[in-house]
């Protein structure tokens, strides 16, 4: 934190009771295995867990504590709130009001995360920035970035994720981003939303609830941004990006090395500058773009921004690049999955030279159209010329059914991993790349990790 804090504080300005005197802390930890004698401890309750039920266990190991019910017995100070996420939201609220830097907020389906990496490596050329770890980027995870602010940082970046509606705009009430950007929508998490359009209308809470003077920037190339631009706040700035030379920002002269990554010009209001990435994939342009796009809201030259993104390297689990066994080249593109993403992979895949195979998991959280989504992505690898399919999951049996029509081909489907793994080694040799990919949920890190060289099991 920047400064500390008092339970004090909390409950004169968010009411609850306080009980036991108040404390001043500087920390905040919401995990009973993970104490901290000089933190706040946030009892929190989800689907599967409900810290107060080890309360009694933490007596006098924490500074103090939030609880939704007073502890009997303890000595501790403690603030007493209806729900403890909502309180968890309310001191990171706090601590962004102690920040006075430019704030960034970013949400989109898919590419995020990369985008949130391409704006550290921006802006960390000549400033100390905070920005999201990992995947921390929903009503847990963004509080917890903002407690990590420091009164040495000058820049906050946060990722911005969702599974249903209304998320994005509590998340902006906690982060208060002065500039964001949703990256693009395409069908994830839509048993949440109901449909993509009401995916589109939660991401575009991000823009929604931009203050006057804010800075909104826009996808063009996305199909919902004229549904943006119609939504946007009075006073509300707006910068678009696409490929399109009518954009703010966009690029010229795209290109793509033997190596697979995208080289472009990227040009700011007619100013331009090249840019080669080091990212697999011509997806990653539009990722830059966005991520360019932030960045010139924020005032950075458009040299600046070049040189970070040229500079950043590649993502773990997303289309990264490992030497796998008997030769063979393994790309590890299992961080996540929906219908979008994969139709990227699929392209790159495409592009690799000699045998081409991509392992696909289930794409989770589709609802009714998860049946189609498979069979799309089965016939895309099909039609793009992936020589073979191997997948994993009861959804992805679509995907394996459809990929064999019409075709001298037997469905390659597996119920493990184990399964998966032995049946696939033997075809991996020093002609064949190949890609695996899956939602979280399918743990599909493992396959591509047993087919990497050095992380087989020695017998």
């Given at each position: 934190m920047i400064s500390p804090l008092s339970l004090s504080q909390l409950q004169q300005r968010f009411g609850g009771e306080l009980k036991n005197g108040s404390v001043d802390f500087g920390r905040v930890c919401t995990d009973t295995r993970k104490l901290d004698s000089d933190a706040l401890f946030v009892a929190l309750r989800g689907e599967n867990f409900d810290a107060h039920d080890f309360l009694s266990e933490i007596d006098g190991k924490v500074l103090g504590l939030v609880?939704?019910?007073?502890?009997?017995?303890?000595?501790?100070p403690q603030w007493v709130v209806a729900d403890t996420t909502v309180a968890l939201g309310q001191i990171g609220r706090l601590c962004r009001e102690q920040f006075d830097g430019?704030?960034?907020?970013?949400?989109?389906?898919?590419?995020?995360?990369t985008v949130k990496e391409m704006l550290a490596a921006i802006f960390g050329q000549r400033h100390r920035v905070c920005v999201t770890q990992g995947n921390l980027n929903n009503h847990f995870g963004v509080p917890m970035t903002l407690f990590s602010l420091t009164a040495d940082d000058q820049v906050l970046i946060v990722e911005m994720g969702a599974s249903g509606p209304n998320e994005i705009g509590y998340l902006c009430g906690i982060a208060k981003p002065e500039i964001t950007a949703v990256n693009n929508v395409m069908p994830a998490h839509v048993e949440g939303f109901g449909s993509v359009d009401g995916i589109a209308a939660a991401k575009g809470q991000i823009?929604?609830?931009?203050?006057?003077?804010?800075?909104?920037?826009?996808?063009?190339?996305?199909?919902?941004?004229?549904y943006w631009r119609g939504e946007l706040p009075e006073g509300v700035h707006k910068i678009?990006?696409?490929?399109?030379?009518?954009h703010d920002v966009h690029a010229d002269n795209i290109h793509v090395a033997d190596d697979g990554c995208a080289g472009f010009d990227l040009v700011i209001e007619g100013v331009s500058h090249p840019?080669?990435?080091?990212?697999?994939?011509?997806?990653?342009?539009?990722?830059?773009l966005v991520a360019a796009g932030c960045a010139y809201a924020a005032g950075v030259p458009v040299k600046e921004i070049a040189t970070g993104l040229s500079a950043l390297q590649g993502v773990g689990g997303r289309l990264q690049i490992h030497a796998g066994i008997a030769g063979a080249t393994v790309i590890d593109d299992s961080y996540n999955a929906n219908p979008g993403s994969v139709a990227a992979a699929i392209e790159l895949?495409?592009?690799?030279?000699?045998?081409?195979?991509l392992v696909l998991g289930d794409m989770a959280e589709l609802g009714p159209e998860a049946d189609q989504a498979h069979k799309d992505m089965g016939q895309l690898a099909r039609e793009r010329g992936i020589d073979q399919l191997y997948t994993l999951g009861p959804l992805s049996v679509a995907a394996a059914v459809a990929f064999a029509a019409g075709r001298q081909h037997v469905q390659k489907h597996f119920p493990d991993r184990d399964a998966l793994i032995k049946a696939l080694s033997p075809e991996l040799d020093g002609n064949t790349t190949v890609l695996v990919k899956g939602s979280r949920s399918a743990r599909m890190e493992l396959i591509a990790q047993a087919l990497t060289t050095g992380n087989q099991k020695k017998g």
């Open positions: 609880t939704e019910k007073a502890i009997d017995g303890s000595l501790l430019p704030v960034i907020g970013v949400t989109g389906s898919c590419g995020k995360t823009y929604t609830t931009l203050a006057p003077g804010g800075r909104a920037i826009i996808n063009a190339d996305d199909r919902y941004a004229g678009e990006v696409g490929l399109g030379h009518q840019v080669q990435l080091k990212l697999l994939g011509e997806h990653n342009v539009h990722n830059a895949l495409a592009q690799r030279r000699g045998k081409k195979i």
